[in-house]
């Protein structure tokens, strides 16, 4: 294996690693927190939707998310699934 293919698999594997769509962020998650505090744990999220004062927000894809609702600004509930 040449030293380029070996610093690129090593390069997928750290970010890989540093995915912030783990068990340990979403232990974190709490009802009651902000928007803001949300997105700083998780990142920006990959879609949203909502109307009137009620929205949800979900990070990752099919296989490997965290979904968040809100009431207003405040976390109502969440859900995660496929997290390592």
């Given at each position: 294996?040449?030293?380029?293919?070996?610093?690129?698999?090593?390069?997928?594997?750290?970010?890989?690693?540093?995915?912030?769509?783990?068990?340990?962020?979403?232990?974190?998650?709490?009802?009651?927190?902000t928007k803001a505090?949300v997105e700083s744990?998780?990142?920006?999220?990959?879609?949203?939707?909502?109307?009137?004062?009620?929205?949800?927000?979900?990070?990752?894809?099919?296989?490997?998310?965290?979904?968040?609702?809100?009431?207003?600004?405040?976390?109502?509930?969440?859900?995660?699934?496929?997290l390592k």
């Amino acid at each position: 294996m040449s030293l380029r293919s070996l610093a690129l698999l090593s390069l997928c594997v750290l970010l890989a690693a540093c995915s912030k769509l783990n068990q340990e962020n979403y232990s974190k998650l709490k009802t009651g927190m902000t928007k803001a505090e949300v997105e700083s744990l998780l990142g920006s999220p990959t879609e949203c939707s909502g109307a009137l004062g009620v929205s949800s927000c979900t990070w990752g894809d099919e296989k490997t998310f965290i979904s968040v609702q809100y009431a207003g600004d405040k976390v109502l509930m969440y859900a995660g699934q496929g997290l390592k």
